[in-house]
């Protein structure tokens, strides 16, 4: 005789950004596939990859929020980072066998001055220990092999990078980068500008374009709280879109802009930074968010609507 077969929990439809505060060890689909069962969310994503040695910042998408992802996925990060100067590693971290150690004869003054010579338009090396691909396979699965092969230097930019603590061999940042910057290689190459060599022993995401930990949760919150507790962290959809400049349309313009009808920007009240931008967020004389445009050559042109039970 079989056993009876437990009843499906039904899933929720939520639209939302959670701002989780990633513990160690654990991936980021790891962590979104634990946040989404204890939501019961029908649909979430999350907005880029933390390794699970890192901590930290991982916005979650539920619902409608999921369109948006790819517009933190091109933003820029920050992160606060320790690296260990004197000792590399075979992946450019805490994980790695090391490959050579040697003495560290700089001072605080030196590292400071190093880390200037980084900020800006650089370019980086990807680490074997990635998930980039060649011929169809990531680079981790050459590594693991055993297997070196040619990268191609990707120019990346440094926005700001500022020293926290020098308490040497340990040396502490915080950066500012752009999309697809790898920290374990920048410290692997300020460790060798310094003649010592370095990996990182700790990395913590701290921005990812506006959003910050100020209105994180842990998981270990998450998961002790109500159902009403954990929906009241929920962000808004728009919390993805608070960089963009706003245009709010009329009843006819909006129902004309949800049916994927251009508008003429000549018949709009729009700012001028709203004009100029490369995209903008709609919102209904109401105050309800209807998507992202792109305005250009006299039009708003719709690119990305949320659609809700009022749409």
Known sequence: MTAPQRPRVPRRALDGVLLLDKPLGLSSNDALVRV????????AG???TLDPLATGLLPLCFGEATKFSQDLLEADKT????????????????????????????????VR???????????????????????????????RAGQTVER???????????????????????????KGTYVRTLAEDIGEALGCGAHLVALR????????????????????????????????????LSTFPQVCLSDDDMRRFLHGQRLKL??????????????????????????????????LAPERLVVTTES
């Open 79 to 110: 992160y606060e980072a320790t690296m260990r100067l004197g000792i590399r590693t075979t992946t450019g971290d805490a994980e790695g066998e090391p490959l050579d150690v040697r003495a560290v004869d700089c001072d605080e003054a030196a």
């Open 205 to 240: 995401r701290t921005g990812v374009g506006a959003l910050t930990l100020d209105h994180s949760v842990t998981l270990e919150a998450l998961s002790e709280a109500t159902q009403f507790e954990r929906d009241s962290w929920l962000q808004p959809v728009d919390a993805l």
């Open 113 to 143: 001055a190093s880390l200037q010579r980084f900020i800006g338009e650089i370019v980086q090396i990807p680490p074997m220990y990635s998930a980039l691909k060649r011929d169809g396979k990531p680079l981790y699965e050459y590594a």
């Open 152 to 178: 191609e230097g990707r120019q990346v930019t440094i926005r700001a990078l500022e020293l926290i603590a020098c308490a040497l061999p340990d040396v502490t940042f915080r950066v500012t980068c752009s």
């Open 46 to 48: 999350h907005t880029g």
């Open 266 to 299: 000549s018949s709009l009240t729009i700012a001028a930074e709203a004009v100029n931008a490369a995209r903008v967020r709609v919102y209904s004389a109401q105050g309800r968010l209807l998507g992202v445009a792109k305005p250009g050559e006299g039009v």
């Open 36 to 43: 989404k069962r204890l939501y019961l969310a029908k649909k």
